[in-house]
């Protein structure tokens, strides 16, 4: 790859001797990165138009993709595949002959197609197949209703080519159309316009006009229903859900108005989010104008929404301006957890957003920990050439990436900081930064001209916590430590202290307990609270941590614990317990769980939780 990038600059360099008697050569417009085999600076995809079938029986999607491209004097586009079957390939509507690179266990492999000067369209008849990662096709069995199945894509990190021939570097942006077919009594939606309603022939058009990068193409199938919260919000569940969903996320309007009010204005037209069956790997995924969601999310009371917080923020930390490669993820997930925190203070006050930044930091605090043998990988510019980009979606990214900016904020000011992250946003809209980029921009738009001096390097490019770092202070979570250090020494348990805490808290007060809590303490604070049978997920979640931690296994928890690790796919929550089980040495205990649990799990969770528990497929 660098060899070709230099001979792309001597290529531009000459031509611009000669023409333009300039004297530097312009950079390429696309950086080098290791998870992608696409060479966008010599032909480059820009619109997508795609057309599958989708067949629950044989659990295959079977697909045409044409490309409009953008070709700079290349002999041929190459685009990123994996497990998908490459039946044929067009150049301008004529059969050509392809190239399938060797494959790589990481990135799948480079699909070579012969371009000419004039090609203006290449199209690929393909086939997904059983390793096709990004798909998850669930039995009735496995969705809230119980009676038809469903499928859902995941894209981010570098899984779409495991569902689409594609480039698939967050670099590029295409527009996609695409006419997806399904079985009658299920409805499809995706990262696009959407229908509010079932067709009568299962046949569905969508068009999405902004530019997006490949990992946010997205599609999701079941047999939906739609309700809306206001007219350019609402929520696409399953029948027996969508009430439920409707209430949870009543505040969404109100969400997207705080945003703009900070940032500047929502450019996707519609913001809807899918309350997806529980296996769905993570808490949210910010598919534009259509987020997908698990159902934890759903607490009955709104207490777990900053989730929805979050994955609106993305719509301008993400979507709109895109980390450019995966080394670049803390740019996405870092501002976006600022974003969604500052969303969470404009709508419900600096008690609650103090107590989420406060969660994350105790988040951040464990994964240094967690890291004390490589610390290059607390960094927040990380370098991933030979890794998955998954090794790097951990509490860095979102955690010290959010400690950085507040800590900026604090050093700056507010209105100075509102005011650098908006225009931020609406120069860099519809494009890709890189790290340097940011911290380029960052310089001479809000350091220098305010002659301001501040460590970004070591923010940055440097492992560990910096020492200027902002403090977090919540009263209410002291008053919570209190309550825990008064029980503690006397046994005693006063409901009366309790009675308005809210998850936060609970959570904060679960997850300190000491680590010479006994099983007598833990009996009687679930005979008290009735933690093992918690509704709230995240509650429920960080109490069962205890019981593995603490050796707990009153009130039923152990039969709890194995029924919410194969109910639930969460990336997040699973691979915490199952951390816990390690840790505790209880590494059997976890594997006969997960034998169980492992078939109900997306690939990313498989992924995750097979190394950690050293699974072999047999
Ligand atoms: N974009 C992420 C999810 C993701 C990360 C997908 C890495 C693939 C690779 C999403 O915005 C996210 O951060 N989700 C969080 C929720 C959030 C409130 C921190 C999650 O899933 O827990
Ligand atoms: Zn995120």
Redesign the pocket.
């Known amino acids: 790859m660098k060899k070709q990038t230099f001979l792309y600059a001597l290529v531009i360099l000459a031509f611009n001797c000669a023409e333009n008697k300039k004297e530097v050569a312009t950079t390429p417009k696309y950086v080098e990165e290791s998870h992608s085999y696409a060479k966008p600076n010599e032909a480059v995809i820009k619109h997508l138009d795609l057309e599958i079938d989708v067949d629950f029986k044989t659990q295959i999607i079977d697909g045409e993709a044409t490309f409009t491209i953008e070709n700079h004097n290349a002999s041929e586009i190459v685009l990123d595949t994996k497990f998908l079957d490459i039946i044929s390939t067009k150049s301008n509507d004529k059969e050509v002959s392809f190239k399938l690179g060797t494959f790589d266990k990481q990135l799948g492999q480079a699909l070579s197609i012969p371009i000419s000067e004039d090609t203006k369209q290449v199209t690929i008849q393909y086939k997904t197949t059983a390793n096709s990662e990004a798909l998850q096709w669930l039995s009735p069995q496995q969705t809230a209703d119980k009676t038809h199945p469903f499928l859902f894509t995941?894209g981010?990190?570098i899984l779409t080519r495991s569902w689409i021939p594609i480039q698939d570097s967050p670099q590029i942006r295409i527009t996609y159309n695409a006419k997806v077919v399904v079985p009658k009594e299920l409805m499809a939606v995706m990262s696009a316009e959407n229908p509010k309603e079932k067709t009568a022939d299962g046949i569905y058009n969508f068009t999405m006009k902004q530019p997006i990068s490949p990992y946010l193409i997205a599609l999701a199938i079941g047999d939906l229903e739609y309700k809306p919260v206001s007219n350019r919000t609402g929520v696409y569940a399953e029948k027996s859900m969508i009430d439920k969903a409707q209430a949870e996320f009543i505040d969404m309007e109100k969400m997207v108005v705080a945003a703009e009010n900070l940032y500047g204005n929502y450019d996707w037209d519609q913001f809807d989010v899918i309350v997806l069956p529980p296996s769905f790997p993570?808490?949210?995924?910010?598919n534009p104008r259509l987020t997908f969601a698990?159902p934890t999310v759903i607490a009955g009371d709104k207490s777990l929404t900053?989730?929805i917080a979050?994955?609106l923020a993305?719509s301008w930390s993400?979507n709109l301006v895109t980390n450019a490669t995966w080394d670049d993820f803390w740019l996405?997930?870092g501002f976006?957890?600022y974003f969604?925190i500052r969303i969470m203070e404009a709508l419900y006050g600096k008690d609650r957003a103090n107590m989420i930044a406060l969660i994350g930091r105790q988040d951040l605090e464990e994964e240094v920990e967690s890291f004390k043998d490589d610390p290059n990988m607390t960094k927040l510019k990380l370098d991933l050439s030979d890794k998955n980009p998954?090794d790097g979606?951990n509490s860095i990214a979102?955690d010290k990436g959010y400690l950085f900016l507040r800590t900026l904020e604090e050093k700056v000011g507010r209105e100075k900081f509102d005011a650098f992250l908006k225009n931020y946003f609406k120069t860099n809209a519809f494009s890709t930064v890189t790290t340097e980029g940011f911290v380029d921009y960052l310089n001479s738009n809000l350091l220098e001209p305010n002659n301001i001096t501040f460590n970004v390097n070591e923010w940055i490019y440097e492992p560990g916590i910096p020492d200027n770092q902002s403090i977090i202070v919540s009263n209410k979570f002291d008053d919570a430590k209190t309550f825990l250090k008064v029980f503690l020494e006397t046994k005693s348990v006063d409901t009366s202290t309790t009675n308005d805490w809210t998850t936060q808290e609970w959570v904060h007060f679960i997850r300190n307990f000491p680590e010479t809590i006994t099983t007598y303490d833990l009996k009687r604070l679930d005979d008290a609270f009735n933690f093992t049978n918690a509704t709230n997920s995240h509650i429920a979640m960080v109490w069962y941590e205890q019981a593995i931690r603490h050796d707990y296994h009153g009130n039923g928890v152990d039969q709890k614990i194995e029924d919410f690790l194969i109910r639930v796919g969460?990336?997040?929550y699973v691979s915490t317990l199952f951390k816990a089980y390690k840790k505790a040495d209880k590494v059997d205990e976890a594997l006969a769980i997960y034998k169980k649990s492992r078939p109900n799990y997306h690939s990313?969770t498989v992924n995750t939780i097979d190394e950690l528990l050293g699974y072999k497929n047999q």
């Open positions: 995941q981010q990190a993570f808490g949210g995924m910010e698990t900053s989730l979050h994955e993305h993400g996405n997930e976006t957890v969604e998954d979606m979102y969460r990336r997040w990313v």
